[in-house]
């Protein structure tokens, strides 16, 4: 099964980061890096902004 697609707007108002935070978190290797969709288009699994979510709880629990 396919999963949804998030560009990057829906990233940061799914997760509540700006988008330089998320870019630095993508180079500490702390949140998932995006699929190429195009030659200037990435974008991120739905599947992955959740599992991230969910080891982000995990974390604070």
Not at 14 to 28: C, F, K, Q, V, W
């Amino acid at each position: 099964m396919i999963g949804s697609i998030k560009r990057r707007p829906d990233v940061e108002r799914i997760i509540g980061l700006s988008r330089s935070t998320l870019y630095a978190m993508m180079a500490e290797g702390a949140f998932p890096k995006p699929i190429k969709l195009g030659k200037r288009a990435v974008g991120w699994r739905e599947a992955d902004i959740a599992a991230w979510l969910d080891s982000r709880a995990q974390d604070a629990a």
